[in-house]
């Protein structure tokens, strides 16, 4: 599941003046046939929800580059900060969250991929909506 994604566009769907939102992932790979069956699920997902139109049409693998300059960044689990760590330096402002993927926890039966999927999205959209109600209100 490409959770990074899910973050950003659903952020991104929320149409919030002055907020951009970018995602990377630590193990991006486009020519491999799980990582475009990732991406193709997780376009179904937003298509569900409603917001495919906010989604970019790749995955981008982070870099120190994308990972500079950014007023937040967001790691999904301990494991993301971990192979983050191994690719960039963190910046001081990253936090991490406590958001499992598919085959992590108890996301491991493969007949519950869809359950795991709308559990994934509904655990990162909450997360964002905490993180926006903490912006300063704009007048």
Do not use: C
């Given at each position: 599941?490409?959770?990074s994604l899910i973050a950003e566009t659903y952020l991104r769907s929320l149409q919030?003046?002055?907020?951009?939102?970018?995602?990377?992932?630590?193990?991006?790979?486009?020519?491999?046939?799980?990582?475009?069956?990732?991406?193709?699920?997780?376009?179904?997902?937003?298509?569900?929800?409603?917001?495919?139109?906010?989604?970019?049409?790749?995955?981008?693998?982070?870099?120190?580059e994308r990972a500079d300059n950014q007023d937040l960044t967001i790691c999904m689990?301990?494991?993301?900060?971990?192979?983050?760590?191994?690719?960039?330096?963190?910046?001081?402002?990253?936090?991490?969250?406590?958001?499992?993927?598919?085959?992590?926890?108890?996301?491991?039966?493969?007949?519950?991929?869809?359950?795991?999927?709308?559990?994934?999205?509904?655990?990162?959209?909450?997360?964002?909506?905490?993180?926006?109600?903490?912006?300063?209100?704009?007048?």
């Open positions: 599941m490409l959770r919030l003046p002055g907020v951009m939102a970018t995602s990377s992932g630590t193990n991006v790979d486009l020519s491999s046939k799980t990582e475009r069956a990732f991406f193709a699920n997780t376009i179904e997902l937003f298509k569900h929800h409603g917001i495919v139109e906010y989604a970019k049409n790749t995955s981008d693998q982070l870099t120190q689990n301990q494991r993301v900060v971990d192979e983050a760590k191994a690719i960039v330096l963190l910046p001081e402002n990253t936090v991490h969250w406590d958001i499992m993927d598919i085959g992590e926890g108890h996301r491991t039966v493969r007949e519950d991929v869809r359950t795991y999927e709308e559990e994934i999205f509904k655990e990162i959209a909450a997360r964002v909506d905490e993180l926006v109600n903490q912006l300063p209100a704009t007048t």
